[in-house]
């Protein structure tokens, strides 16, 4: 699709993004049943609800322009959400598995940060200044989600895949640091 103009090029985007937050509510509901930590859980669910404001919001921006959402597919996002599906095939559940969907739910976060800084920054530059705040509200949204799968990620989920993995596989622990872990138990 050859654009000529920023308009053309913002309307694209958006219309991308509309359509990976739609892709991304049918995800989340898999992602938190498949989570063993209540708190990714937890966050993946408040996430769902935030994302389908988020659509909300998209659609009061369409509104405002006058154009439809169209049904312009996020190739972008489905290819993210396959890869994050192929972790919930055949896997048990468990610190590990948990991490991984941390890992996936960020890649989405920032694929939708990317987006949302972007269409931000064309609204303001092209006079539409109440989208542009509506398109800020997401873009502060996702950041806090990424923020908050990063705090769980390492207070919570990946010591606890460490150690299990220490646990399970006791050959993981780095002769090397023998003599700090040492020190560290006779502190």
Request: net charge negative.
């Amino acid at each position: 699709m050859q654009m000529q103009s920023l308009d053309e090029v913002y309307m694209n985007k958006l219309k991308d993004l509309y359509d990976a937050e739609n892709q991304i509510v049918d995800a989340l509901p898999k992602m938190a049943k498949a989570a063993s930590s209540e708190d990714l859980k937890a966050a993946f669910e408040k996430h769902l609800e935030q994302t389908k404001g988020q659509i909300g919001r998209l659609d009061e921006v369409f509104e405002m322009l006058g154009v439809s959402a169209g049904n312009r597919q996020c190739v972008g996002m489905r290819g993210l959400l396959e890869e994050g599906e192929e972790l919930l095939n055949g896997q048990e559940g468990g610190p590990a598995l948990d991490a991984a969907l941390i890992a996936a739910a960020q890649s989405v976060e920032h694929y939708e940060i990317a987006g949302y800084g972007s269409v931000q920054t064309w609204a303001r530059e092209l006079g539409q200044l109440e989208a542009a705040d509506l398109l800020e509200e997401t873009l502060e949204e996702e950041r806090e989600t990424d923020e908050s799968l990063t705090e769980i990620a390492e207070s919570l989920v990946n010591p606890d895949a460490g150690a299990e993995d220490i646990e399970n596989n006791p050959e993981l622990i780095d002769d090397s640091d023998e003599e700090s872990v040492d020190q560290a138990e006779e502190a």
